[in-house]
Each structure stands twice: as structure tokens, then as C-alpha cells.
């Protein structure tokens, strides 16, 4: 038997055969056919019409004697014939409807926690807010389990703006003091001084850097010395009540750790379109099916909270 695929690899197949890139996608995928499924299923859903080639010669090659082909079950090779034969028979509309489908019947609480078991596991998940506030969606992952892959992802599909949300205690651990001393932002959105990790980094723009700053932030082991200020990373102070007290990306991004066992600091930035627009319900919903990304809203991590916290509370007295 083969070992689950590593998520920043499956993002990375995903994001080539999406982008139509070949050379990545042979990167990517090797002779690996389980990587071949996941990639053709992708360039089928996006129309990548090179990548579909590149994909179908591969898993041929694979079936015909190559490298892992004896280690492959009947079950991988049947995906790879049911990924071709589903695109071909089901049209757009159908599509359409089975997604309208699944989100009328989606469980509030099975859905987060789905997310709190892909944040745990070191998966993203896209957090949207309400629209009478920012309407926007955020992806989410826990700041100790970023690595320099998942940084580009987040980079290439989102502002750029990468922040981390962090407790008001940590704040004051690592000596992070608010960006500015009156905060009229809208949303009274906490930044802190920009920082950048000082040891083992360039300049702290790259993927690579940036992710070490960001594990920096999450390691109770990391100093206020540690850090360069300013820097490339924004940290948010979040409030001490989560979401039932600001229901924001900052509170959120500090919450789905902690409820996942994790050391209480998440990524965020906002997701766009290509042309730079603020991505809306429709194109999160496009991103979250195209890369097997959990989509949930603060709403619903909120309502999560009260009716597990109201039952804690019940029990205790």
C-alpha cells in the first residue's frame, strides 16, 4: 500500500494542472498514479488541455509497466478511467446542480468539525464572513503548520498580504506593540509592527522566509530579539473571546487551532481573483472544489462554540 499523498504536494499538482504548466506537473506527479488521478481530474475541471494530455500519456505509461504500476490497485486504475468517462458524460448543468445540492444539505457542525480536523491535519481551510461585514473570504491554516510550499499556494491565490493571528498574551511575550496608537481602521483590525524571523533568512519576502517567521511566531520558544522590525509578516492581536467576542479572520484564525490542539496562532489572507478582485461566494466556491479546500463561515464557528461551550457550562454546574 502506498502513504496518503503529503497536502503540500497535492496542492502543488492541483495548482499545475490548473495553470495548465506541464513542466510543473512532471515535477509534481513523476510516475506516481495516484498524483496522475488527482492532476487529471483537475486539468479536466479546468479545461487544461495540455495537462489532460501530458496526464493520459503518463497513466498509460504507468498501466503499461511503469515504475509504481504493480503497486497500484484495481481501484486507482478505475478512477483514472471514471475521471475521463465522468467529463465526457456530464455536462456543466449538472455539475451546477450537484453542487447547489450539497450545500443545501450540508451539517453546520459536521462542517466545522471537518475544518478543525483539516486545520489539525495541515490543511487549509477558507473561512468566509458575513456579508454585511467585510464578505469576503479568507484561506486559513495553523501558523505551526506552514511550510514553504503552502506559502506559495497562499501567496499565489490570495492579496499577499500574509498575517497571523496571535493571542494578546503573545503579543506581549514577543514585545509586539500595536501598529498604530489610534486605530481607525473600520474593522478595528488589530496589526501589531510588522516582523521578518532575523535568523536563517534573505530578505523575509520569500515563500521560504516567510514561512520560518510565521513557525517563529507559533514557537513559545522564540524571543522578541528573534525578530527584525519591521518586516514582511503582519501579526493581528485577537480578542481573548474568539469569535463570540469580534467576529472576524483574526479571531477565527486563533480559534480553529485551539480547537484543533494546536498552538493558538493562524495564516490568513484574503482570497482575489486573477484580475485582483476580492473573491465572492462564487469564486470561493469554485476555489474550495477545484483544490479540495473546506469552506466554512464564521457564523457557523460561532454558533459551533455556543452550543458546545453552552453544554460545557451546563455540565459543570
Known amino acids: ?24 506537473l512532471k515535477r509534481a506527479v513523476g510516475m506516481d498514479l495516484e498524483a496522475i488521478v488527482l492532476g487529471l481530474k483537475a486539468a479536466i475541471e479546468g479545461k487544461s488541455a495540455k495537462s489532460m494530455k501530458f496526464l493520459l500519456e503518463s497513466g498509460i505509461h504507468c498501466l ?16 483514472l478511467v471514471s475521471a475521463i468517462t465522468t467529463a465526457v458524460c456530464q455536462g456543466a448543468n449538472t455539475s451546477t446542480q450537484d453542487k447547489k445540492h450539497e450545500e443545501k444539505g450540508s451539517d453546520p457542525v459536521a462542517n466545522v468539525e471537518g475544518a478543525i ?35 506559495a499556494f497562499m501567496v499565489n491565490y490570495t492579496s499577499g498580504i500574509i498575517c497571523v493571528g496571535i493571542t494578546n498574551e503573545r503579543c506581549k511575550e514577543l514585545e509586539l506593540p500595536q501598529m498604530v ?13 510588522s516582523v521578518d524571523l532575523k535568523h536563517g533568512t534573505t530578505t523575509g519576502i520569500s515563500a521560504g522566509d516567510r514561512a520560518k517567521t510565521i513557525m517563529a511566531l507559533a514557537d513559545p520558544k ?28 483574526t479571531e477565527t484564525s486563533v480559534d480553529l487551532p485551539r480547537m484543533a490542539g494546536l498552538y493558538p496562532a493562524g495564516v490568513m489572507s484574503e482570497i482575489v481573483n486573477r484580475d485582483g478582485s476580492m473573491a465572492r461566494t462564487p469564486e470561493l466556491q469554485d476555489l474550495a472544489k477545484r483544490f479540495g479546500i473546506r469552506m466554512v463561515t464564521i457564523e457557523e464557528i460561532i454558533q459551533y462554540r455556543q452550543k458546545k461551550e453552552g453544554i460545557a457550562k451546563k455540565t459543570t454546574e
Open 64 to 79: 503499461e509497466g511503469g515504475e509504481k504500476a504493480t503497486k497500484q490497485s484495481a481501484e486507482t486504475f478505475q478512477a
Open 181 to 193: 496608537v489610534r486605530n481607525t481602521e473600520s474593522h478595528q483590525t488589530a496589526f501589531t509592527v
Open 1 to 24: 500500500s502506498t502513504s496518503p499523498m503529503d497536502e503540500s504536494r497535492r496542492l502543488r499538482v492541483l495548482d499545475a494542472a490548473a495553470h495548465d504548466d506541464v513542466e510543473e
Open 222 to 249: 522564540t524571543k522578541p530579539e528573534d525578530f527584525a522590525r519591521p518586516g514582511h509578516i503582519f501579526p493581528l492581536r485577537a480578542k481573548k473571546g474568539g469569535v463570540l467576542e469580534r467576529p472576524g479572520h
Open 117 to 151: 480536523k483539516d486545520i489539525k491535519d495541515g490543511k487549509f481551510v477558507i473561512v468566509q464572513d458575513a456579508a454585511s461585514r467585510e464578505n469576503e473570504g479568507d484561506l486559513i491554516i495553523a501558523a505551526e503548520k506552514v511550510t514553504p510550499e503552502k506559502m
